[in-house]
Structures are given as C-alpha cells and as structure tokens.
C-alpha cells in the first residue's frame, strides 16, 4: 500500500484552506456584508476538510463524484 502525497501534505493544505477562510470572514465583516459575530461564529464553529470520496461510499454514491480526487468541504463542528 502506498500513500499518495496528498495525504502527506494534507495538514498544511487544511491549515492554508482555513486560513483563506479566515480572511474572507474578516473581509465579509469588514464590508459590512456579516456582523463580527457572525464571522467569529463561522471562525469557530465552521472548518473546511479535506476529504476523498472514496471514504464516504454512500456520500459519493449519492452525489455521482470522484472517487479519486480530493474535495474541500466545509463543514460545521459543534459540541
């Protein structure tokens, strides 16, 4: 079994991702476009991953994607 080199960079691509989403809630805030609460709600509550769909069968079976490309998604975490 080999890992492809995605996987190996896979927390610095996920670090880069949520540090472009911080920027944009902070431009969305700053334009008005969002209160500052609700762009710290998005900052804390919401992260974008990286998945392949290939882990999630009955995910990709049902949206009909590729298997063998890896997919940003951002996604709510919440206690």
């Known amino acids: 079994m ?11 691509t996920t670090e880069n991702a949520n540090s472009v989403k911080e ?12 209160t500052v609460e609700q762009a710290q709600e998005y900052a804390s509550k919401w992260n974008v991953i990286i998945i ?17 490309i890896y997919k940003f998604k951002y996604v709510r975490f919440e206690d």
């Not at 080999?2 to 610095?12: F, H, K, R, T, W």
């Not at 920027?23 to 969002?34: E, G, K, P, W, Y």
């Not at 392949?52 to 949206?63: L, Q, Y």
């Open 2 to 12: 080999s890992i492809d080199s995605e996987l190996l960079q896979i927390d610095v």
């Open 23 to 34: 920027i944009v809630l902070s431009r969305l805030a700053t334009d008005n476009i969002i």
């Open 52 to 68: 392949k769909p290939s882990w999630f069968k009955r995910w990709k079976d049902r949206f009909n994607v590729d298997n063998n």
